[in-house]
């Protein structure tokens, strides 16, 4: 580096900086951290992969557990409804989809007091790394008279 590029580089880092600036400098980072996210979130699967199951744990045939009614949807358009509307074990929920879709899950609560919903886990039929998708929710109880009917989880994935 010749003398001339450092005494400029030396001199920028030592004049400081505005208050806007920074904030750029700092919008511009989560930015970025934002976009590098969703690229690795939408390439966990190779794109071959065509068929999909949805799961409550990491071996693809753990049943899904939702207290009391799941809905599945890919790309606005529902695969799956629960049909009766009670705590209840589904088995795993086989679907054909591309990689790049969004699937959404959604839960709702329809008897008091409590609700809740299994671990959700993703997995390429044809093998792969599963991929967990929530954690779940557990033991969500409400004392007398602070439940309602209503929908406690809704998330959307990339596929």
């Known amino acids: 580096m010749d003398d001339q590029r450092f005494d400029n580089l030396s001199r920028s880092f030592a004049t400081g900086t505005t208050r806007r600036h920074a904030l750029r400098l700092l919008a511009g980072v989560g930015a970025s951290a934002l976009a590098l996210a969703g690229r690795r979130e939408a390439s966990a699967y190779d794109d071959t992969c065509r068929s999909f199951i949805l799961s409550g744990g990491p071996n693809p045939e753990m ?33 054909n989809s591309r990689v790049g879709r969004r699937l959404q899950i959604i839960a709702r ?14 997995h390429c039929a044809d093998g792969g790394t599963p991929r967990r998708l929530t954690n779940g929710v557990y033991n969500t109880c409400y004392p007398e008279g602070q439940w309602e009917q209503a929908k406690f989880f809704d998330r959307t994935y990339t596929i």
């Open 109 to 122: 609560d329809f008897f008091a007091p409590c609700r809740s919903l299994s671990q959700v886990w993703l």
């Open 63 to 95: 049943d899904l557990c939702v207290d009391d009614a799941l809905t599945v949807r890919v790309n606005g358009v529902v695969i799956y409804k629960d049909p009766d509307r009670f705590a209840s074990c589904i088995e795993p929920i086989a679907f």
